[in-house]
């Protein structure tokens, strides 16, 4: 089973700037979670979303937005770059099915503003 | 807000020793922990959980603790090995199977 692809590995932008990042979970899963991981804040919850549904929100400015297609792919968008938006970003997919469970992490996005 | 606290950002281990890594929480309704392991240009992969009604679980050289009167959590490997070195994650999850991560303590296992 394949397991969970982000694509790009690497971004460069500059600052006012928007970006979008992709996700695809590992099959049969229909949660997607995203994180930003920073030096010294470890991961901090994006959003999750579930059956094309944010399902959860984390405490970040409007700027972060995303969503979730029929085939349980995500995107997230990030506009009006700031400098404090370099990060490693994270997606992470979970089955979902009702009871406990863990999450599956891609290898990331590296998203350096410039 | 952080509910998951790891208070030590770095551990260097003799390679063959213990190495205890440690983490708080503040949330009395969390009901699962979980370690994730990180290496750099990698994303974290599960390492061991535990459910809030056990107060210990072993996989092999990892064992995980918990003590929920503390609110403590704590991860022992045992013998260390330099493959150890990575940054490893507390998170814990509450009834909603909402995650929340701990900062990390980065671990070096020195040969």
């Known amino acids: 089973k394949a397991g969970v692809t982000q694509t790009p590995r690497y971004l460069i932008k500059t600052r006012g700037q928007q970006v979008t990042l992709s996700c695809s979970p590992i099959?049969?899963?229909?949660?997607v979670s995203w994180y930003q991981q920073t030096p010294g804040q470890g991961l901090q919850f994006l959003f999750e979303?579930?059956?094309?549904?944010?399902?959860n929100k984390g405490n970040f400015p409007g700027r972060f937005s995303g969503r979730q297609f029929s085939n349980s792919r995500s995107e997230m968008n990030v506009s009006t770059l700031e400098l404090g938006d370099s990060a490693l970003y994270l997606c992470?997919?979970?089955?979902?099915?009702?009871?406990?469970?863990?999450?599956?992490f891609g290898s990331g996005t590296q998203l350096s503003v410039l | 807000d952080q509910q998951v606290k790891q208070n030590s950002p770095s551990l260097s281990v003799q390679e063959g020793r213990i190495s205890i890594l440690n983490c708080d929480y503040t949330?009395?309704?969390?009901?699962?922990f979980l370690w994730y392991k990180k290496y750099p240009a990698e994303g974290p992969t599960f390492l061991i959980s535990?459910?809030?009604?056990?107060d210990k679980n072993e996989d092999g050289r990892f064992t995980v603790f918990l003590n929920k009167s503390a609110k403590h959590l704590s991860l022992h490997i045992v013998p260390s090995q330099p493959g150890d070195s990575a940054v490893y994650f507390c998170?814990?999850?509450?009834?909603?199977?909402?995650?929340?991560f701990g900062t990390g303590t980065s671990l070096t296992v020195i040969p």
């Open positions: 992470a997919s979970s089955p979902r099915t009702g009871s406990v469970e863990k999450l599956f």
């Open positions: 099959s049969g899963h229909r949660s």
């Open positions: 979303y579930f059956s094309e549904t944010q399902r």
């Open positions: 949330n009395s309704m969390f009901d699962y």
């Open positions: 535990i459910s809030s009604i056990k």
């Open positions: 998170a814990a999850s509450d009834p909603g199977n909402q995650f929340y």
